[in-house]
């Protein structure tokens, strides 16, 4: 094994542009990039709608058994003008859902008496972004060590849509809340050897005006391996942070927090 990591060590270190080409390109030198992600999102959270009709409407994801097994499959592109800026996208859309039993106790006539309720919740959120970044500082070359750290701002899209049905009652709830905004954001890049690259970001806005409150938060890191200049594989870990709610009408409330790990297989031109 020692022998293996060492002989990859210096294959990188006599490569000028990924393992499988010495072509004397570097790999942060590139003008378009579109990568698919695959992966799988551990949820945490609440959600409500309409609390006026049935107990039980309050839905924790924890307790209503989320399968969290289900693959997220994620699409991302990077067009990138020189060194000096770069606009990143992705969209991802994804479902969870789940069932929850509710037992109430009541007394009737020094008789207690259980009634069971079976509530069951599916939200479905689908999420696209575009971050437009000034890379201010790159030092280094990416055959050795090489820096870039840009800023920038971006817009955020957000739909998320609640469907609560209680089987006891025949009740079905269902809230449907979009938000489109701008946001801020830091990125940043480490490569080295011009066969790894690390790529760090940070972005977040908040909203709180009339009927709608939206918080936004997410920071991302994503490690990169190139086989060749054009060609990489990758992995990645996000967490984001979401709390929407929404008055007008019918109450509607979503908070999570959605770690997101994934693997990645990249190509830029």
């Known amino acids: 094994m020692t022998r293996v990591l060492l002989a990859l060590v210096l294959i990188a270190s006599s490569s000028s542009a990924g393992l499988i080409d010495l072509d004397g390109h570097d790999i942060d030198d590139f003008y378009f990039n579109v990568e698919g992600r695959l992966g799988v999102g551990w949820l945490s959270g609440r959600a409500s709608a309409d609390g006026r009709f049935f107990d039980g409407d309050k839905i ?3 307790d209503l058994g989320v399968d969290e097994d289900e693959w997220l499959l994620e699409g991302a592109a990077t067009f990138r003008i020189r060194k000096v800026f770069q606009i990143r996208s992705r969209v991802f859309s994804r479902s969870w859902e789940g069932s929850e039993r509710i037992d109430e106790t009541f007394e009737y006539d020094d008789v207690a008496f259980t009634v069971s309720d079976e509530v069951e919740a599916r939200l479905s959120v689908t999420a696209a972004a575009v971050d437009f970044e000034w890379l201010f500082l790159t030092e280094g070359e990416a055959k050795s060590v090489a820096v870039e750290l840009g800023f920038g701002g971006g817009i955020r ?3 998320a ?3 609560i049905e209680n ?3 025949g009740f079905t709830g269902s809230r449907r809340a ?3 905004t701008l ?3 830091v990125w940043g890049a480490l490569t080295f050897l011009n066969v790894v690259r690390l790529e760090a970001a940070v972005s977040g806005f908040v909203i709180d005006y ?3 409150r939206l918080v936004y938060l997410e920071a991302g890191l994503e490690g990169k391996f190139f086989l060749h200049r054009f ?7 996000r967490i984001t942070d979401l709390e929407l709610e929404r008055t007008r009408g019918r109450d509607f409330e979503v908070g999570l927090t959605l770690l997101n790990a994934y693997v990645a297989v990249g190509f830029q031109f």
Do not use: K
């Open 60 to 62: 924790s994801y924890d």
């Open 157 to 159: 899209y957000l739909s």
């Open 161 to 163: 849509r609640l469907r």
């Open 167 to 169: 089987e006891t009652t």
């Open 178 to 180: 979009t938000a489109g």
């Open 183 to 185: 946001t801020a954001g």
């Open 210 to 212: 009339g009927s709608l």
């Open 231 to 237: 060609v990489y594989v990758g992995a990645g870990l």
